[in-house]
C-alpha cells in the first residue's frame, strides 16, 4: 500500500478553470502538508494541517484554499486556474507537528499540474 | 524568512567517484536533513542530524551538522548510478522547515 498517495498524478487544464488535488496518508500522522515544487525544483511550503487543524498558511493567493476532512486526508482545491499555477504539487504527511516532528516527512509521488 | 543556500547546483560525475554538497543558512537551525528526490517521485528522507557537531552516516553517505548551527554537508562515497537524483538539505526549526534549492547529480557509469 503506498503511504501517501495523491490524485491526480497529471492534470492538464484551461487557465480560469477550478481543479482539486486529493491526498490521503494510511500512516496515522497527526500533520499533513502540501507542497508546490516550480520548474527549477524549488520545493515551497504552502498548507500545513495538524489533525485537521490549519498551522501553517505561506503566503499563498486565495485561489488556493485546503481542506482536511479528517486527519488522514487533505485536499487542494484552486480557483481560477493560472499560468503560474503550473507546477508539481506534493503531500506529505509527518507523524507529529512543530518541535515534537522529528523532520522526516512523508511524501506522495506528486500532482503535475499544467495550465494552458 | 531564513534562506538555504546549497551548492553546488549540480554535479557530473564518474562512477566510482566521491561527491560532496553543502547547505548554508545566515540563521541557525535546531534540526538538519538530507533528502533525495529521483525522477517522478517525491523527496525521501535519507540522514537527519539532531546536534551540533553530529556526524552521521547511512551506507556510503554521511552527513555532519555545523558547529554553528547554520551550515551541514553531505558526502557520498564511491558514487553509483542509483544515486542519480535531486539531493536537498533542509533546515528545521519548531513548525518552520526550509528545503535548499537542491543539488542535482549526474552519475556517468
Known amino acids: 500500500d503506498t503511504a501517501v498517495s495523491q490524485t491526480p498524478k497529471y492534470l492538464v487544464t484551461q487557465m480560469g478553470n477550478d481543479k482539486s488535488i486529493k491526498c490521503e496518508q494510511n500512516?496515522?500522522?497527526?500533520?499533513m502538508y502540501w507542497y508546490k515544487q516550480d520548474s527549477k525544483k524549488f520545493l515551497k511550503i504552502m498548507f500545513s494541517?495538524?489533525?485537521?487543524?490549519?498551522?501553517i498558511n505561506e503566503t499563498v493567493p486565495n485561489r488556493f484554499s485546503p481542506k482536511s476532512p479528517d486527519k488522514a486526508h487533505l485536499n487542494l482545491h484552486i480557483n481560477s486556474l493560472e499560468l503560474g499555477d503550473s507546477a508539481v504539487y506534493f503531500c506529505?504527511?509527518?507523524?507529529?507537528?512543530?518541535?515534537?516532528?522529528?523532520?522526516?516527512?512523508?511524501f506522495g509521488e506528486g500532482s503535475r499540474l499544467t495550465v494552458l | 524568512g531564513q534562506q538555504l543556500n546549497q551548492s553546488p547546483q549540480s554535479m557530473f560525475i564518474q562512477e566510482g567517484e566521491d561527491v560532496s554538497m553543502n547547505c548554508t543558512s545566515s540563521?541557525?537551525?535546531?534540526?538538519w536533513l538530507w533528502y533525495k528526490q529521483e525522477p517522478g517521485e517525491g523527496p525521501v528522507l535519507l540522514i537527519a542530524?539532531?546536534?551540533?557537531?553530529e556526524l552521521t552516516s547511512n551506507g556510503r553517505l554521511t552527513a555532519q551538522f555545523g558547529i554553528t548551527r547554520k551550515d551541514s554537508f553531505l558526502n557520498i562515497s564511491a558514487s553509483i548510478p542509483s544515486d542519480v537524483g535531486i539531493y536537498f538539505c533542509?533546515?528545521?526549526?519548531?513548525?518552520?522547515?526550509?528545503f535548499g534549492a537542491g543539488t542535482r547529480l549526474t552519475v556517468k557509469p
Open positions: 506529505a504527511s509527518s507523524l507529529r507537528r512543530g518541535a515534537l516532528n522529528t523532520g522526516e516527512l512523508f
Open positions: 500512516l496515522g500522522h497527526d500533520t
Open positions: 494541517y495538524n489533525n485537521k487543524e490549519l498551522i
Open positions: 540563521s541557525i537551525f535546531n534540526t
Open positions: 542530524l539532531y546536534k551540533a557537531g
Open positions: 533542509a533546515g528545521k526549526n519548531g513548525n518552520d522547515m526550509r
